[in-house]
C-alpha cells in the first residue's frame, strides 16, 4: 500500500539553509520510491522550486506583533485543516513557529500520526538565544507537540542527547540527512594557491567571525584564497567584510553570495580545505557534502555529525577556539597527501552514511511502523 505522506515545513526559501534543503530532498527522493508525498509551506511571494513535488506554498500574513521568524499563515492553517485527512503521515520540519504548531495540533484532532524533526532547535544554544519566548512556548504548545508524536526524528545522536528532556515519552530515532552523491570523480589538486571554502549560511551561529580571526594568524602566508559562499541578514553581512578587511584578508577573500545548482558544485570541487566551525550545527548538511566531494573538513566539535569525521580521519575536528581552527587550517594546507587521505575517507563516509539510497529507505520504514500505530524502538536507534 503507498502511503500518503505530508511534509509541512515553515519555508522553502532556500537560504534559511539545512531544513529547507532537506525537506526538498527527502520529498523528492521518497516520490521516487512510490510515495505519494505533499509539501506544505508559507511564502513572502516567490514559490520556491521543489524538484517537481506536488507542494502548497502559502502566503505570509504580515504582523506588528509576530517576527516573521515565526511564519504566520491563517491561509496555511486552512488548508491543512482541510486537507490533513487525506494523509497516512505527518512529517513536520523545524518547531517554534506556526506551521508546525497548526499542523501537529490538526494531526492530533483527525487521528494523524505526525513525526516531528526539531532541527537542532531544542539545543542548548539555540534555546539560549530567545529564552523567554520560547521557553513559554515550550511550556504551553512545544511540549504537547511533542510527547503527541508518533516519533522525535533527530539527525545525530547528539542531537537526540541534548534534547531528551524535552521529548516526554514520544519514540526518538535518529536518522541522519540524506545528500546527493557525486557522480564524477573528485577534482585533481591543482597546483598554485589552496582554496579555503566556508559554504554555509551567513549567521552567527555559524562561527564566520571565528575563522576569519584564525585566518588573520595566516595572513603573512601567499598561498591560500579564502572563498566564503553564502548569503545572511544585510548588516550581518557588512559586519563580515568590515571584519575580513580589520583582518587584513581583503585581497585573499572572494564573496561568492547565495550559490546553488553548478555554482556550488563547482566551488565544491575547486576546494582543497572546507572549512564549517559552527557554535551549534545539528547534523552539518554542507560537511557532509564537502566530504562526498572528497574534500578535507575542518569543523568544530559542535558540529553534530564530527564523529564521523574524527572516527574515520575525514578532516580534522576542533575546539571553540581560534588558535585550534588556525593550527588545524595551517596543518592541512601544508600536507597534501593529509588532505588526500582526508578526502577519500570522507568521501567513504558519505555514501555509505548519507546518501539518499540509505535515509529513504530508513524513512519509509519509519513510516511503515508510525502509520501501523506498532512501537518503533525500545531504544533509540542511531542509523
Not at 47 to 76: A, C, E, H, K
Not at 136 to 146: F, K, M, P, Q
Not at 180 to 202: C, H, M, N, W, Y
Request: aromatic content about 8%.
Amino acid at each position: 500500500m503507498t502511503l500518503r505522506v505530508l511534509h509541512v515545513a515553515p519555508t522553502l526559501d532556500p537560504r534559511y539553509g539545512g531544513p529547507s534543503s532537506a525537506v526538498r530532498g527527502m520529498s523528492k527522493h521518497l516520490m521516487a520510491r512510490g510515495m505519494d508525498t505533499v509539501i506544505a509551506a508559507t511564502t513572502t511571494g516567490p514559490q520556491w522550486q521543489t524538484d517537481g513535488v506536488p507542494t502548497t506554498q502559502s502566503l505570509v500574513t504580515n504582523s506588528r506583533i509576530l517576527p516573521s521568524s515565526f511564519f504566520y499563515s491563517p491561509q496555511l492553517a486552512r488548508w491543512i485543516e482541510k486537507r490533513i485527512r487525506d494523509f497516512d503521515i505527518l512529517h513536520v520540519h523545524t518547531i517554534f513557529n506556526f506551521p508546525s504548531a497548526c499542523a501537529c495540533r490538526a494531526a492530533r484532532q483527525h487521528g494523524i500520526p505526525y513525526i516531528v524533526r526539531p532541527c537542532g532547535m531544542l539545543d542548548p544554544w539555540s534555546l539560549a538565544h530567545g529564552r523567554l519566548k520560547k521557553s513559554v512556548w515550550l511550556r504551553l504548545i512545544e511540549r504537547t507537540n511533542l510527547s503527541g508524536a508518533s516519533a522525535v526524528h533527530f539527525t545525530s545522536e547528539e542531537e537526540r542527547l541534548a534534547a531528551s528532556r524535552f521529548t516526554g515519552n514520544a519514540p526518538c530515532v535518529v536518522i541522519p540527512l540524506g545528500i546527493d552523491i557525486p557522480t564524477r570523480q573528485p577534482a585533481e589538486p591543482v597546483p598554485g594557491k589552496k582554496r579555503i571554502l566556508f559554504l554555509s549560511r551567513l549567521h552567527p551561529k555559524k562561527g564566520v567571525e571565528r575563522l576569519v580571526k584564525a585566518l588573520s594568524g595566516l595572513r603573512q602566508r601567499d598561498d591560500f584564497i579564502f572563498v566564503v559562499a553564502g548569503s545572511g541578514e544585510t548588516a550581518y553581512e557588512r559586519r563580515l567584510h568590515r571584519l575580513v578587511s580589520e583582518a587584513g584578508l581583503e585581497t585573499v577573500t572572494e564573496w561568492c553570495g547565495f550559490v546553488t545548482g553548478d555554482t556550488k558544485e563547482t566551488l565544491f570541487r575547486n576546494a582543497d580545505i572546507f572549512v564549517l566551525p559552527s557554535y551549534q550545527e545539528n547534523f552539518g548538511i554542507a560537511v557532509a557534502e564537502a566530504m562526498a566531494y572528497g574534500k578535507a573538513v575542518v569543523i568544530s566539535d559542535r558540529v553534530n555529525i564530527h564523529s564521523f569525521v574524527s572516527g574515520n580521519n575525514a578532516g580534522i575536528v576542533i575546539g571553540p577556539d581560534a588558535e585550534s581552527l588556525t593550527l588545524a587550517i595551517r596543518r592541512l594546507l601544508d600536507d597534501e597527501s593529509l588532505r588526500t587521505r582526508c578526502g577519500a575517507n570522507g568521501a567513504l563516509v558519505a555514501l555509505r552514511h548519507f546518501s539518499w539510497d540509505t535515509i529513504t529507505q530508513e524513512l519509509i520504514d519509519l513510516y511503515g511502523r508510525c502509520r501501523k500505530n506498532r512501537p518503533l524502538f525500545a531504544q533509540p536507534v542511531p542509523v
